[in-house]
């Protein structure tokens, strides 16, 4: 038996005419900011990707019904909704089978996207290998899912509060190509610039959405990461974000705080250490991976 998805009107068009569709996350709207804020920045990005081609297709589980694609009225529910899950691959079908509200991060947007054939993805920054992982052995599915699920994922790199050496090795074992779009190093989140280098760079939409008609020949491929640096005018330097996340880090630390638990307490530790420049900067990125992430949906339609 197939799941059933529910879709918005648009977007139940454009997969019927093949129209380019771009997914979004739907965490951000429910644990990044609050009302009326998330569901203000909602729309700017569902606008973005619309101004550039494409349709936009946010992702969420509302009373246990999985939907790709929101109308504004359950954008507006869901902005607004109290305790709701934040889902992953593992919380996805509890969502669903206990009726709840259910908000999706990278890993199980990518899921319900490939579900609904939905092949590119806006994030902001994907999970990695959290510091320390060697002992700790935290390590986000976001990798699992990218080494599984063919979606292309467009962000601006992992979280920088994370490892990123390890997040681009577990990457490459698991032969998830790792492409920076018009950098020759892999940006770090806030900052445009992590000093490492990027394994691809690529300078048009138009060569990345052949990449992505290349992998898709094979069966068995898994997604693909397009890593977009902020805009310069946006972005917090790596050499003064790197002071605030150690901060963060050792506070999260102090107050034994572990697992799932350490990105969010981090992010809002951020923004109070910050003065919000780093929840400013993450509306920056989000609105600029949603416009590369539309002009690929629109090329890679062409190509097919």
Known sequence: M???????????????TGAPVVALESTIITHGMPYPQNVETAREVEAIIRE?????????????????????????ELAQAKDVMKCSRAD???????????????????????AAGVKIFATGGIGGVHRGAETTFDISADLEELARTPVCVVSAGAKALLDIPKTLEV????????????????????????????????????????????????????GSLITNPVPAGDEIPVSEMSEFITASI???????????????????????????????????????????AAQLAVQLAKQN
């Not at 009373?63 to 507006?76: M, S």
């Open 52 to 76: 550039n081609g494409a349709i936009p297709a946010t992702i969420a589980v509302l009373e246990g019904k999985l939907h790709v694609g929101l109308e504004d009225a359950e954008l507006v």
């Open 171 to 222: 990457l490459e074992t698991r032969g998830v190509p790792v492409i920076t779009y018009q950098a020759d190093t892999v940006p770090a989140f806030w900052s445009r610039d992590s000093g490492l280098k990027a394994p691809y760079r690529l300078d048009s939409p138009e060569d990345i959405a052949k990449v992505l008609k290349a992998r898709e020949e094979f069966s068995s491929q898994g």
């Open 2 to 16: 197939t799941m059933k998805i529910y879709h918005s009107k648009e977007v139940e068009e454009a997969l019927k």
């Open 92 to 114: 996805l079908s509890i969502a669903i089978a206990m009726g709840r509200n259910g908000s999706t991060t990278v890993a199980a947007t990518m899921m319900a996207a490939y």
């Open 250 to 292: 050792e506070e999260a630390n102090k107050q034994g705080i572990t697992a799932k638990d350490v990105t969010p307490f981090v992010l809002g530790h951020l923004f109070e250490i910050t003065k919000g420049r780093s929840l400013k900067t993450n509306i920056a990125l989000v609105k600029n991976n949603a416009k590369l």
